[in-house]
């Protein structure tokens, strides 16, 4: 799951009701956008996209571009549900502010104030983490890392989640620096249902969604009702070939790191009540806001700076910002002299971006159902040089661009595999060696297994959808082949030998640099459970049920 993000802006709500998309008049600014939007559809293979744009208080936009899946004839339109991912983290964030709000607890508290059987790898940063951290991607845990727990989908709760955070590995300081997390969410979401006494489901159900009018919002896939207007995923197997469907997937036992699911509907009330510093729909002078002022000054405040790359390629230096860094659920930097509040959300066959210029009371966000998170980036980024007055760029195009450099540079890496490749050379042991029960600290167990054609396959206890087959690259080193290909996701698997001959360990990396950081295999420590992998009880035959 991906994601990257002034002054609060003044003023009510006004008239919160959203008007009917046939009398909403668009905005001059907007006269290109249909183009720009089906350019982008076209160049990156989007088959659907739905935006909202927001005003000064008024809902200036909202409209959906092509179709629900691809091949089919149902229409995107405002009020298709899509996976919103990891831009339900500002949710969460703001779940946490208004228990804040409430008395309850403060962003200050050490995590096992509220916890206090919360341990990671590391007994100093167990003591005196605190809530804020949870947040913002500071805690010394590395890229994505226990993101395996969750992504794909397990059958680990989220209690089994946090437990096993203990082992995950600790590959940097605390608060020493920036490495996205999803995982801490889940103890942020432990912290949220201690604290209120209610699922998380049901607190930012009742809580938020009600209050703010997010009638159609819904947390994870499993609360969808036959019938609903709901976008399908899409993936590219290999990042090449021909669009597939991308099966839904349900994040129960992490729902505060990317459960939600909005439509371009819910999404602009949730940017109205943003930019108007919590004041609520119908809001009368007095009211109370749904989160304070000063929470929401200290979600929208860098806690933890980040780096600024420089652009992938030239044509994208004009966005390159001039700060960047994370604050309590949300991405800030600065674009053309104004600071952004934003964050992306990256699923299986689904990304977006939500983006508020707070001293332009502007909001825009864009929901896709491809995985290719250009597609939000240009028209993001045309929607905000439109209300800028900037110079006209040609943002498909740069993306486009960058998006063709990051294949080659891909290609490039395959390539050296090839080179570096002993193609006549051949496995140590026998095949069903191999084969056998391999445990990790924190994930668990892994299964090498002798599939239905005799060859070996790969496959995770606790992960449905990850299970592949094993072909022989080179010396022990093999590449897991997932069966669902729409996972992107095909991984190096290599056996280290003891001088006797047995298997002391499995490694795991995934084989392109295209792949998502959350399939984290690179930090897995697969061990045998017995001295010799091929002693270990006989495995389930691949495909069966994983095992609890």
Known sequence: MRARPGLIAAGLLGAAILLPLAAMAQPSELAALDAQVEAARARFDVPGIAIAVVRDGRVVLLRGYGQREVGGATPVDADTLFAIASITKGFTATALSMLADDGLLS?????????????????????????????????????????????????????????????????????????????????????????????????????????????????????????????????????????????RMAWANNSAAGGIYASARDMARWMQVQLAAGALPGAAEGDAPLFSAARQRAMWSVVTPIAIPEPAVPALAPMRPQFAGYGEGWSLSDYRGHKLVWHTGGWPGMVSRMTL?????????????????????????????????????????????????????????????????????????????????????????????????????????????????????????????????????????????????????????????????????????????????????TPTPAGAAPRG
């Open 107 to 247: 962003l200050d508290d050490r995590v096992i104030e509220h916890l206090p059987w919360f341990r990671l790898g590391d007994a100093y940063v167990s003591r005196e983490m605190r809530l804020r951290d949870l947040l913002v991607h500071r805690s010394g845990l590395g890229l994505g890392a226990g993101d395996l727990l969750f992504w794909p989908a397990t059958d680990y709760d989220t209690r089994e989640v946090v437990e096993r955070l203990a082992n995950v590995p600790v590959s940097g300081g605390f608060r020493e620096r920036y490495a996205y997390d999803n995982v801490l969410y889940a103890v942020a979401q432990l912290v949220i249902e201690v604290r209120s006494g209610m699922s998380y489901a049901d607190f930012v159900t009742q809580r938020i969604f009600a209050p703010v009018g997010m009638r159609d919002a819904r947390i994870n896939s499993d609360a969808l009702r036959p019938g609903d207007n709901v976008a399908t995923g899409h993936a590219r197997p290999g990042f090449t070939e021909p669009l597939v469907t991308v099966p």
């Open 357 to 537: 210029v707070p001293g332009m009371d502007l909001g825009v966000v864009v929901l896709t159902n491809q995985e290719v998170g250009a597609a939000f980036n240009a028209v993001t980024l045309h929607v905000l040089d439109a209300f800028m007055a900037a110079p006209a760029t040609d943002w498909v195009d740069a993306y486009g661009q960058a998006v063709d450099a990051a294949r080659g540079k891909a290609d490039d890496d395959w390539q050296r595999h090839v080179a570096a490749r002993a193609a006549d050379s051949r496995p140590s042991l026998p095949a069903l060696r191999y084969a056998g029960i391999y445990r990790d600290p924190w994930y668990g167990d892994v299964v090498v297994e002798r599939a239905a054609d005799d060859r070996l396959a790969l496959r995770f206890t606790r992960t449905a959808q990850l299970v592949g087959d094993l072909e022989h690259w080179q010396h022990d080193t093999f590449i897991v082949r997932w069966r669902d290909r729409a996972l992107n996701a095909d991984a190096f698997a290599s056996f280290a030998l003891t001088p006797d001959g047995s298997i002391r360990e499995l490694r795991m990396e995934a084989v392109s640099p295209l792949t998502d950081f959350s399939y984290d295999f690179h930090d897995l420590r697969l061990v045998p459970v017995s001295p010799e992998a091929g002693d270990a009880a």
